[in-house]
């Protein structure tokens, strides 16, 4: 047994676990670094990447299919479902050296190829090796969550971690689950050539605003997507290219593959947290508003941290933490500030309040502006002009912001930003955004904000004529 001392053991390396290690590293702490799988995490290899390189192929699919209305022949795309899929790996080994044990060790980071679990409170074992350290970063993630539907575990079914391995193109592609992944997954493959069919439980995108998550669906279905909707999936059946899902309600669907896309679990087997101390909740390991646990030498960050699950969190999450443990500064989880987008066509992205729950927490204070993407020029050129903005604002300050439309997750940064700098709606319609991009959308909804205010007030009006009297 090797021990080994340390000011920092980060648990994970992917999203969160690279950039606690690359940032403490960096400015001079001592870092151990365990990983027990592929580095770069589910992100990089499992989730992301492959996701949205997987829809970007889809797109060129989709694209040369819909030529004919820009004065370009349309064509049947001849999909090689291997060669996307090849493509989809080729992109994962070009990001991969960013995320490399080379690349951090570089930093001077000790990465131990290991699955870590706790001995003590300070203590971590890692195969051959015992770590103690000052500050301990668990950032071990989450994996599919596969549920106990009858049937499952005797069948072949596919999972965001093996569908990158499929050669050969589904047929017919059923997804359990109508979330972000079985939605991007599923439209995906539609544009590939499949036949698909969602089956979801309750509503599809059931986190969203129902009316921008409404538009999102209606051009899937377009699409050819099926969508069943309160439709819960009560037993499986079959074998490989022939299977069954049974509805709670008796109704079976056929495919040939199956893809289980139903939620995220926490990765805290193996970990022994109980050994250090660390509290856990149903959706992970308990933290408080600064990330730390009941031990309090240690934090828990990303996925497993239990609450929003995507990379942008795990690396906000990864700078507070370097900022306590390194520099003692107190730090607090802005959940306000955090967006998410679901890269469907069209994209659909959120940060702070939806519209029920500003209408909940402000009531008749909340104004609504909305702008459609219709009224955009560079939509219309591009004729991507299905889409809205709604922007949720409470005495001049947006507290939230639901796009649905083309780039909409770009479109939601400025939103972001407005909401962590406190921005008023006056410096978003006041900023210049370059014409045409669909960009000035951001500013358009601003201005809406303003026209009734500026356009059907008499007060504005009296002063503008008098002003104009006293005018040389
Ligand atoms: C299909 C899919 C698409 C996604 N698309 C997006 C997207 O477009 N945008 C977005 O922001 N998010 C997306 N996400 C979510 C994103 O992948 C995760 O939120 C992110 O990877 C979480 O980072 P993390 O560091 O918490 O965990 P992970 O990236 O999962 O890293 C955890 C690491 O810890 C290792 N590990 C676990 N236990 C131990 C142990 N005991 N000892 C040693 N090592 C251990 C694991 O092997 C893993 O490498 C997607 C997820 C999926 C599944
Ligand atoms: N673009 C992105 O950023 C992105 C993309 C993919 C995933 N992710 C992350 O990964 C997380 C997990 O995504 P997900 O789509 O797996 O989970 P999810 O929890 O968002 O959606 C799962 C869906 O499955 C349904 N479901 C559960 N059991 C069912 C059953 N027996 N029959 C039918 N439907 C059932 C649920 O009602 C739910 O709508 C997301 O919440 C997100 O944080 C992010």
């Given at each position: 047994?090797?021990?080994?001392?340390?000011?920092?053991?980060?648990?994970?390396?992917?999203?969160?676990?690279?950039?606690?290690?690359?940032?403490?590293?960096?400015?001079?702490?001592?870092?151990?670094?365990?990983?027990?799988?592929?580095?770069?995490?589910?992100?990089?290899?499992?989730?992301?990447?492959?996701?949205?390189?997987?829809?970007?192929?889809?797109?060129?699919?989709?694209?040369?299919?819909?030529?004919?209305?820009?004065?370009?022949?349309?064509?049947?795309?001849?999909?090689?479902?291997?060669?996307?899929?090849?493509?989809?790996?080729?992109?994962?080994?070009?990001?991969?050296?960013?995320?490399?044990?080379?690349?951090?060790?570089?930093?001077?980071?000790?990465?131990?190829?290991?699955?870590?679990?706790?001995?003590?409170?300070?203590?971590?074992?890692?195969?051959?090796?015992?770590?103690?350290?000052?500050?301990?970063?668990?950032?071990?993630?989450?994996?599919?969550?596969?549920?106990?539907?009858?049937?499952?575990?005797?069948?072949?079914?596919?999972?965001?971690?093996?569908?990158?391995?499929?050669?050969?193109?589904?047929?017919?592609?059923?997804?359990?689950?109508?979330?972000?992944?079985?939605?991007?997954?599923?439209?995906?493959?539609?544009?590939?050539?499949?036949?698909?069919?969602?089956?979801?439980?309750?509503?599809a995108l059931?986190?969203?605003?129902p009316e921008l998550a409404a538009i999102v669906l209606e051009d899937l279905r377009a699409e050819?997507v099926?969508i069943?909707?309160?439709?819960?999936?009560?037993?499986?059946?079959?074998?490989?290219?022939?299977?069954?899902?049974?509805?709670?309600?008796?109704?079976?669907?056929?495919?040939?593959?199956?893809?289980?896309?139903?939620?995220?679990?926490?990765?805290?087997?193996?970990?022994?947290?109980?050994?250090?101390?660390?509290?856990?909740?149903?959706?992970?390991?308990?933290?408080?508003?600064?990330?730390?646990?009941?031990?309090?030498?240690?934090?828990?960050?990303?996925?497993?941290?239990?609450?929003?699950?995507?990379?942008?969190?795990?690396?906000?999450?990864?700078?507070?933490?370097?900022?306590?443990?390194?520099?003692?500064?107190?730090?607090?989880?802005?959940?306000?500030?955090?967006?998410?987008?679901?890269?469907t066509a069209p994209?659909l992205?959120?940060?702070?309040?939806?519209?029920?729950?500003?209408?909940?927490?402000?009531?008749?204070?909340?104004?609504?502006?909305?702008?459609?993407?219709?009224?955009?020029?560079?939509?219309?050129?591009?004729?991507?002009?299905t889409g809205l903005?709604?922007?949720?604002?409470?005495?001049?300050?947006?507290?939230?912001?639901?796009?649905a439309g083309?780039?909409?997750?770009?479109?939601?940064?400025?939103?972001?930003?407005?909401?962590?700098?406190?921005?008023?709606?006056?410096?978003?319609?006041?900023?210049?955004?370059?014409?045409?991009?669909?960009?000035?959308?951001?500013?358009?909804?601003?201005?809406?904000?303003?026209?009734?205010?500026?356009?059907?007030?008499?007060?504005?009006?009296?002063?503008?004529?008098?002003?104009?009297?006293?005018?040389?």
């Amino acid at each position: 047994m090797q021990r080994l001392k340390t000011d920092l053991l980060v648990i994970g390396a992917g999203s969160g676990g690279l950039s606690v290690a690359a940032g403490a590293a960096q400015m001079g702490a001592d870092v151990v670094l365990l990983e027990r799988g592929e580095m770069g995490g589910d992100c990089l290899n499992y989730g992301c990447v492959p996701s949205k390189a997987l829809i970007a192929s889809a797109g060129r699919a989709h694209g040369m299919a819909g030529a004919g209305p820009f004065g370009v022949a349309s064509v049947a795309p001849q999909v090689d479902y291997a060669a996307a899929q090849a493509h989809v790996a080729e992109t994962i080994s070009r990001i991969a050296p960013m995320d490399s044990q080379e690349r951090f060790e570089g930093f001077g980071v000790r990465v131990i190829r290991e699955h870590g679990r706790f001995i003590s409170k300070t203590e971590v074992q890692a195969g051959e090796h015992v770590v103690t350290a000052r500050r301990i970063v668990v950032a071990a993630g989450s994996s599919p969550f596969v549920p106990p539907i009858p049937g499952l575990s005797e069948v072949p079914f596919l999972t965001n971690e093996t569908l990158w391995q499929l050669r050969e193109r589904p047929a017919h592609l059923l997804v359990i689950g109508g979330g972000p992944i079985g939605l991007e997954m599923a439209q995906a493959h539609r544009r590939l050539g499949c036949e698909v069919t969602v089956i979801e439980a309750e509503r599809a995108l059931g986190r969203e605003d129902p009316e921008l998550a409404a538009i999102v669906l209606e051009d899937l279905r377009a699409e050819g997507v099926t969508i069943l909707e309160e439709t819960q999936a009560a037993a499986v059946r079959g074998r490989d290219g022939a299977l069954e899902v049974e509805t709670v309600g008796g109704r079976v669907l056929r495919g040939t593959h199956l893809l289980v896309a139903v939620g995220r679990r926490a990765n805290l087997d193996g970990l022994d947290l109980e050994k250090a101390g660390i509290d856990t909740t149903r959706s992970g390991i308990a933290v408080d508003e600064g990330l730390r646990t009941s031990n309090r030498r240690v934090y828990a960050i990303g996925d497993i941290a239990g609450g929003a699950q995507f990379t942008h969190v795990a690396g906000y999450h990864a700078g507070l933490v370097v900022r306590n443990a390194l520099f003692g500064l107190p730090v607090r989880v802005k959940p306000q500030i955090l967006p998410r987008a679901t890269y469907t066509a069209p994209e659909l992205a959120q940060v702070g309040l939806t519209e029920a729950e500003a209408r909940a927490k402000y009531g008749d204070r909340l104004e609504v502006v909305r702008f459609p993407y219709q009224h955009n020029d560079r939509a219309i050129a591009l004729r991507q002009t299905t889409g809205l903005l709604k922007v949720m604002v409470v005495k001049g300050r947006p507290v939230g912001a639901s796009i649905a439309g083309a780039q909409a997750g770009e479109l939601i940064g400025t939103w972001a930003l407005a909401l962590s700098a406190g921005l008023r709606m006056s410096d978003l319609a006041g900023m210049v955004v370059p014409y045409p991009t669909i960009g000035e959308l951001n500013k358009r909804v601003a201005g809406t904000y303003f026209s009734p205010r500026l356009f059907e007030n008499e007060t504005v009006k009296r002063i503008v004529r008098l002003v104009q009297r006293w005018l040389p």
